[in-house]
Nanobody
Framework: QVQLVESGGGLVQAGGSLRLSCAAS????????MGWFRQTPGKEREFVAR????????DYADFVKGRFTISRDNAKNTVDLQMNGLKPEDTAVYYC???????????????WGQGTQVTVSS
């Protein structure tokens, strides 16, 4: 398993941008698909974006397509989420995740970060 620590959350006005970063420890980082989920109070955690082990095949939930960009750097053991055009409905706790299988990403998550709060004001 890998250990994950997120950073970069905060408060931003609607239309603004934030960049989340996830630092992973563990020599097997590059073998995992990586991604981001988010959760608001009273709702289930939902998938946001994923990227495969070598940094290809980025995939996004429909509600963030065209606004968010996921990337990873295997040399630094990091995965980032660039969030542009933020909306109040993007307010949530964002979680970094590592999964053993990119294709079945949502059902094969093996590690979670502690989460970072993103708040978008209107």
């Amino acid at each position: 398993q890998v250990q994950l620590v997120e950073s970069g959350g905060g408060l931003v006005q609607a239309g603004g941008s934030l960049r989340l970063s996830c630092a992973a420890s563990g020599r097997t980082f590059r073998t995992y698909g990586m991604g981001w989920f988010r959760q608001t109070p009273g709702k289930e955690r939902e998938f946001v974006a994923r990227i495969d082990w070598y940094g290809g095949s980025p995939d996004y939930a429909d509600f963030v397509k065209g606004r968010f960009t996921i990337s990873r750097d295997n040399a630094k053991n990091t995965v980032d989420l660039q969030m542009n055009g933020l909306k109040p409905e993007d307010t949530a706790v964002y979680y970094c995740a590592a999964a053993s299988h990119y294709v079945n990403f949502v059902t094969t998550v093996t590690s979670w970060g502690q989460g970072t709060q993103v708040t978008v004001s209107s």
